[in-house]
DNA sequence: GGCCGTTTCGCGGAACCTAA
DNA sequence: TTAGGTTCCGCGAAACGGCC
């Protein structure tokens, strides 16, 4: 289950701090694919030439990278990226407090790469430093009611809690600058090793077709953007569509988990 | 290592919205 | 009114992790 790092070769970074890079072979031809692979048709690129249907409360931005990239023979949904990711910050605050280098999960860290660890151990000690606040953020009773402890019948839940990892409850979670400071640090953990195949294992969707190792130019802007929207657009959009969905779904602020209003 | 409770994944479809 | 598209939601299954 474990990826195997130690095939790729280290070698000098711009920054201080030294990462594994894969040799990859030149990216100029396209000897290598079929024409199955060469297709550069995202799964839903024939829905956008229309304009007709709901109108979406995504940016622009969000629907074309996430339409960029393919998982069987969609594009991944947005509640997908989402649940992925504050599911998996949650896990790695709990693994952080427990001292725990995760070696799985979409946050896995490999110890024999001097990079990824860093980067850990800059988010843990981050966690750490905060340990009283992050240990009760992380538990899973604050999630939505789909997730952990909150979702099992019977047991008290908080009255402002989400059914879903829908925009409020997105919203909420990041109404804190605790927060979105660990989010950035856990997103430079997820994304130390900017290599297509290393994320695809991560994310568990592709950049392409290709199905050898090999990937077009294209492939590492597209994580590019990725990252560029997970760390700052996401945000944004949250922040500007927060103040209608709470308006329109009448949440009253006393019923929010008074942890994530401070 | 096996068991078992907890947590996470992610599918499928209902509900909703709006252009035609 | 219909059809096409998006978002929300519930829940079964799989994975994880603690305990013995």
Redesign the pocket.
Known sequence: ?DNNYSDLELEPCSSEQSFPTTVYEDYTTTHNYTLDTLDPQPP?MA?LK?????????SQTE?SILYSFF??QKCP????IR??II??Q??AI??AL?GKI?T???HKVNKENEGELNYWNDFANHTIDNDEFFLEMSK?VN?P?????A??KGEPVSPGI???F??VFCAQYFNNDLVIENYKLYLDVIFSLMEPENLIKRF?FSCCKSEDRNHFPDCHRKWNDLKDYLKEGILKDLTENSTNDLETESIEIQDLDPLLLE
């Open positions: 289950m839903g829905r229309k304009n007709r249907g709901r109108k979406s409360k995504n629907i998982r069987g949904k947005k509640e997908y649940c992925k599911r998996g949650k896990r709990r693994h427990n995760p799985t999960t979409i899973t999630g009611k789909t997730d952990g402890a979702r099992r989400q059914k879903s829908n925009d568990d």
